[in-house]
């Protein structure tokens, strides 16, 4: 008897016609009617556009295609507290590149995770290896219904051998009998009967199955071939019904027409079982060795039918050992003779028949059933060992809808009368380092988010040092702004980097909109303006998004609404287009073919330029690109996982985990909330969320960041340890996020409370 009492599972269901819809509605039934008395639940996968009258068990509807709608089903899960979840996975029936979106459902999940999967690929694409691996983490266990699905876990994916299970697929307790009553039945009365079943499709093989009928016929000239199933409804979607009649016209052409049928529908469970039963012999001719799986093969075979197969990985096992006969991928010659030889045989098939039922009693659903529910149960308790082995966070953590309040001693501590200093030895200021325009930039940004309603503003004497830090780092001979001054206050280059150029035009711009003096305001106008023009020139994304951000504020004001030049903004936001669209492909939504720094603020660029010229593409691919990032940037255990420096400029592997660094929890942060101004998607607000909870130790460590008494924050974690130093752009970094969360906690932004959508 099993301890669990709620169950959910996730996958297609039943009336949707395809075979995860069946298996899924199968396994719950068998989980539902065994004796260890659980509630079931199914969270069932709707291709968009369609609509299903689907049963009370369905409490769920996720709109394969609708990002938001993988959020709302995790909490759904959640609140209704289950306490194991059953994924089937097959990459085609969910959303994002190849099927993604799945992975920001599994990474929210507060309970453990067992995944089916139906499909695993030997040779997958690099998409489909990211999404794999990202699942297979996300789980508590991994099953497989053939032992080939194990040894590829093991030698392509790298899966531990005890996080891997093997249960066969599950088949209907059906007695063993003779087929003449069910042909009768059917029309085919004293006919040799050869039965297909399932959706229609080209990898299916049924054109070698008609090319072979002349043989047969030449031994059973009574022998019908029937085909039963309804076209793939994709297929019919691509192209109407034109597979089925281009098969139909094969047959018309061997002259066999008489003794192929074709039954056109979707059976239930009991009129499938009466097929099945009336069949001689059961022909799988499928093209495709790589399929791990076969729910009509593993029907067939448990009914005790003798079957003749091509040898994909599922029929290569299931039918070894004389339990069934295997033919050569494509050879209809092979096919024609070994049906043929069995319908001329009586006592070969029916000695065949009984070799396959009798291995087959392991199988029937309820079996399969007390495997899983064992599996399931493992997974609980080991789900609960990790929960109560995880360290505490402690008990200062507050809950992230209501934020810490704002510290800001040790940023006041990291200033002297020159500005903010570059780096701290642990919590004490680093002369030895200096300063640089980067950190005065971004604690100008601070000083600006805090004179907003609900905060104290920086003194206006540490703002003013601010801006003269950045006014003299301005070149006019160069037309540059210099980064890197010694404590000595002597310049250590003519002028800095473009990145630091366009981040201090973005303070500037957004002084020029939120600075506390009118003056100052003016000041940081002129001197915007004066830096602006060089823009053009630059080559680096990040500088063109920082310039988009502090154009965005800048242009808010009436006054630089009328000065900003009018294309400006056009050529930066159609340059970040235009890199996108060279380097994106289906399984890579980004700018670049790296990852690095401030990532979050390309997309935010985007998203915040396309709001203010009204350009949907814009936002439309700022959205697309900071979807895909913060997938990237989410660990399967559901924390935030900012993109490490060990990961920089690398796309050939999966990001890598560190160092991790606070300047990437704040860029997220910021372009999360930009999302939800564009889009009202809550699922931002969750993302922020999770974003700035990395800070207070929901990350790999769990571990804090932060010293919420003087708003300290470390330099970042490594593999082993956070970094213990607390430099100016880490103590900049943890305010501005902060300052973001009291914004919108503000404002009444709070993650809006799920209602399921009951069907």
Known sequence: MSGLNRIAF????????????????????????????????????????????????????????????????????????????????????????????????????????????????????????????????????????????????????????????????????????????????????????????????????????????????????????????????????????????????????????????????????????????????????????????????????????????????????????????????????????????????????????????????SMTWGRTAERYLATFEAARRGHRLRVITRPALGPTIPPIDVPPPMRIGHLLSMCDDTGLFQHALHCVPDRSHGYCVDDNARALLLSCALNGPGEQPLSDLLTTRLAAFIQHAWNPDTRRFRNFMSFDRRWLEDMGSEDSHGRTLWALGEATRSDSSPSRRRWAA?????????????????????????????????????????????????????????????????????????????????????MALDVSAYVEAGIRSLRWLMLRQTAPAGFFRPIGTDSFSDRRQAPRAFDQQPLEATASIAACLAGLRADGDTDWEVEAGRAFAWFLGDNDLAVALVDLETGSCRDGLHPDRPNENRGGESVVSYLLGLADMRQLARQGAVRARFTPRLV
């Open 526 to 610: 002129a001197l915007f303006m004066e830096a602006l023009p060089v823009v053009e020139s630059f080559g680096s994304p990040r500088a063109w998004a920082f310039t988009l951000i502090g154009l965005d504020a800048y242009c808010s004001t009436p006054a630089g609404e009328a000065s900003a030049p009018a294309h400006l903004r056009r050529l930066l936001a159609d340059r970040l287009m235009a890199i996108l669209s060279a380097v994106e492909t289906a399984d890579w939504t980004w700018f670049e073919e790296g990852l690095a720094y401030d990532n979050a603020r390309l997309s935010q660029a985007l998203i915040v330029t396309g």
């Open 10 to 361: 996730i996958g297609n269901s039943l009336p949707r016609r395809c075979g995860i819809a069946t298996f899924t509605t199968d396994l719950q039934e068998a989980i539902a009617g065994s004796d260890a008395d659980v509630e079931t639940g199914i969270v069932a996968m709707t291709d968009h556009e369609h609509t299903y009258a689907y049963p009370s068990v369905v409490r769920l509807q996720v709109n394969d295609d609708r990002y938001g709608d993988y959020g709302r089903a995790a909490e759904f899960l959640n609140g209704a507290r289950y306490e194991v979840v059953s994924l089937q996975h097959e990459f085609g029936i969910f959303g994002g590149d190849a099927g993604g979106h799945v992975t920001g459902l599994l990474s929210r999940l507060s309970m453990p995770v067992v995944t089916t999967l139906h499909t695993v690929l030997a040779r997958p694409t690099p998409a489909q290896r990211n999404v794999m691996e990202r699942v297979i983490e996300s789980s508590a266990t991994i099953v497989v219904m053939a032992e080939k699905g194990r040894e590829l876990l093991s030698s392509v994916y790298r899966v531990p051998a005890e996080k891997i299970e093997v249960i066969p697929h599950g088949i209907p307790d059906f007695p063993f009998v003779e087929p003449d009553e069910a042909k009768a039945r059917h029309g085919f009365a004293g006919r040799g009967v050869i039965l297909t079943f399932g959706l229609l499709s080209p990898n299916k093989g049924i054109e070698v199955m008609i090319d072979a009928m002349p043989e047969i016929l030449k031994s059973r000239p009574d022998a019908v071939y029937v085909v039963l199933g309804a076209t793939h409804p994709n297929l019919v979607r691509q192209e109407g019904e034109t597979y089925r009649e281009s098969l139909q016209a094969r047959a018309r052409e061997l002259g066999v027409e008489g003794h192929v049928v074709f039954l056109d529908q979707f059976v239930d469970q009991a009129t499938l079982l009466g097929f099945i039963s009336m069949c001689d012999v059961y022909v799988t001719p499928y093209l495709n060795e790589a399929q791990m799986t076969s729910g009509t093969l593993a029907y067939s075979f448990g009914l005790g039918k003798a079957v003749v197969s091509t040898p994909y990985w599922h029929a290569r096992e299931l039918l070894a050992e004389g339990r069934g006969i295997l033919v050569p991928f494509g050879d209809s010659d092979a096919i024609g003779r070994e049906i043929a030889s069995l319908l001329t045989n009586d006592e070969r098939r029916l000695s065949m028949r009984a070799r396959a039922y009798a291995s087959s009693r």
